[in-house]
C-alpha cells in the first residue's frame, strides 16, 4: 500500500482509539479494493471502498485534479468509510494507472469531459448501480469541474456537488484561455514542464510534494497538458450553466491563488441555492485533500451529516 495512506490511516486509527472508539480491524479488508474496466479505452483503474461495511451507503465518488490519480483522496478514504459511506476512487483516464502501458497508444489518448462522463457511467454500470441511484459527486480541481458536468447533465442522479479547489464550469480562469486557444501539439511541445511544476508548487511541505510528483510522474507532462486543455474547453460562457437545486460544499484551501477568489464568488453568486455553503482551509494550497486532511475531512463529514 502507498507510503503516506499508510500515515493517514494509521493517524485516523489512533485518534478514533484516543475518542474512545473501538475501530473493527476488518475495515482493513474494505479498503481500495481495486477494480479495472479491461475493456475501457484506455482502461480504467478504480477502487471501493466501504462496499462491504456499508452495504446501503451512500456513494461517493472522488474525482482527482489534472494529472493527479486516486491517492489525491487516500486521507479521506478511511474517515468517509467510518461514517457510512460507499467511497469510489479512480484514476481518470490518460492520468495515473488508467493508461496504456505500450507508449504509442498511451500518447495517442484523448482526455476530454465527454470521455470522463462516459468511463464514470462505465464505472457505476459496472458496479450494477442503476440510473435511478443518487451519488454524491465530489471532486477537486479539473475533478470538481467533471462533478459539477455530471451533475448539470444527470441532475436527477445527483444527491449533492462537492467541489474542492476549482472554479465554476461557467468561468473561464485567467491561465485556461492560452490552454483553449493553443492547438494541443504546440502547448505539448512548448510546455517543457510548465505545467507539471505549477501543479507541485502549489503545496509546500515536503511529504505532499513528494506525492504530488509521483503522481505527476505517472500521468506525464503531455497527459497533464492534455488534461488542462480538456479544463478550459468544458468551460461553457453560459452564466447559468451549473445553477444547481442541490446541496453544494464549495471547499478551497486558502492559500490556493489559482482557485480562492473565484470559489468566494461562486458562492456568493449562488445564494440563491438554500443549500450552498463554503468552507476554507487554513494553511493549504491547491491539494487541500492532501495539504491539510483533517480540517478537509471535518469539512466533508459535517456536510454530508447535513444531507
Ligand atoms: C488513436 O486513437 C484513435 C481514436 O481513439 C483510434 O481510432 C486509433 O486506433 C488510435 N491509434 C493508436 C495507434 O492507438
Ligand atoms: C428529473 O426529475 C424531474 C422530477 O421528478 C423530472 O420532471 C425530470 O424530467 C427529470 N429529468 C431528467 C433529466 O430525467
Ligand atoms: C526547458 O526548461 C529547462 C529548465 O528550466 C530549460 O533549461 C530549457 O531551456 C527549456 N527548454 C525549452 C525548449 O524551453
Ligand atoms: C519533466 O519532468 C519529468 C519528471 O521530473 C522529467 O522526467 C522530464 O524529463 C521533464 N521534461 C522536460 C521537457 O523537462
Ligand atoms: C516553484 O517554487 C520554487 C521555490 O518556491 C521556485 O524557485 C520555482 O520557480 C517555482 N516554479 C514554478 C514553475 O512556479
Ligand atoms: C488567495 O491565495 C493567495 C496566495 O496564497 C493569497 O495571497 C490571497 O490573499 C488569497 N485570497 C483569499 C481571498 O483568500
Ligand atoms: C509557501 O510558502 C511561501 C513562503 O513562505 C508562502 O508565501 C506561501 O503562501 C506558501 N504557500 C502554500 C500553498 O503553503
Not at 466501504?50 to 494529472?67: E, K, R, T, V
Not at 500521468?219 to 437545486?245: H, W, Y
Not at 490556493?256 to 463554503?278: C, F, G, K, V
Request: net charge negative.
Amino acid at each position: 500500500m502507498h507510503k503516506l495512506y499508510i500515515l493517514f490511516l494509521v493517524i485516523t486509527v489512533l485518534s478514533i482509539f484516543v475518542s474512545g472508539g473501538s475501530p473493527d480491524s476488518s475495515w482493513a479488508t474494505d479498503l481500495l479494493l481495486h477494480n479495472s474496466l479491461a475493456w475501457n479505452d484506455p482502461p480504467i483503474q478504480y477502487w471501493l471502498s466501504g462496499f462491504h461495511h456499508n452495504p446501503y451507503g451512500d456513494i461517493i465518488i472522488l474525482s482527482p485534479g489534472a494529472g493527479l490519480d486516486h491517492h489525491s483522496f487516500d486521507p479521506q478514504v478511511l474517515p468517509l468509510v467510518i461514517a457510512g459511506y460507499r467511497v469510489i476512487t479512480y484514476d481518470p483516464r490518460c492520468q495515473g494507472l488508467s493508461q496504456w502501458s505500450n507508449p504509442v497508444a498511451k500518447s495517442n489518448c484523448t482526455i476530454t469531459f465527454d470521455l470522463m462522463l462516459q468511463d464514470m457511467n462505465q464505472i457505476f454500470s459496472s458496479l450494477a448501480i442503476s440510473p435511478e441511484k443518487q451519488v454524491i459527486q465530489a471532486g477537486l480541481s479539473m475533478g470538481g469541474m467533471l462533478a459539477q458536468q455530471f451533475s448539470k447533465v444527470y441532475p436527477n442522479r445527483t444527491k449533492a456537488l462537492i467541489a474542492m479547489d476549482c472554479g465554476t464550469n461557467e468561468e473561464l480562469l485567467p491561465w485556461m484561455q492560452y490552454y483553449l486557444d493553443t492547438p494541443l501539439g504546440t502547448l505539448i511541445a512548448d510546455d517543457n514542464n510548465t505545467s507539471f511544476n505549477a501543479i507541485l508548487n502549489t503545496s509546500n511541505r515536503t511529504l505532499v510534494r513528494q506525492e504530488i510528483y509521483n503522481e505527476l510522474s505517472l500521468s506525464g507532462d503531455a497527459e497533464i497538458v492534455k488534461a488542462m486543455k480538456a479544463c478550459a474547453s468544458a468551460v461553457s460562457n453560459d452564466p447559468g450553466f451549473t445553477r444547481l437545486q442541490i446541496p453544494e460544499l464549495l471547499i478551497y484551501g486558502q492559500l490556493d491563488s489559482l482557485t480562492n477568489a473565484s470559489m468566494i464568488e461562486w458562492y456568493a453568486r449562488d445564494q440563491a441555492n438554500p443549500h450552498i455553503s463554503l468552507i476554507s482551509i487554513p494553511s493549504a494550497g491547491h491539494i487541500s485533500s492532501l495539504d491539510n486532511p483533517s480540517a478537509v475531512n471535518q469539512a466533508l463529514i459535517q456536510f454530508l451529516a447535513s444531507i
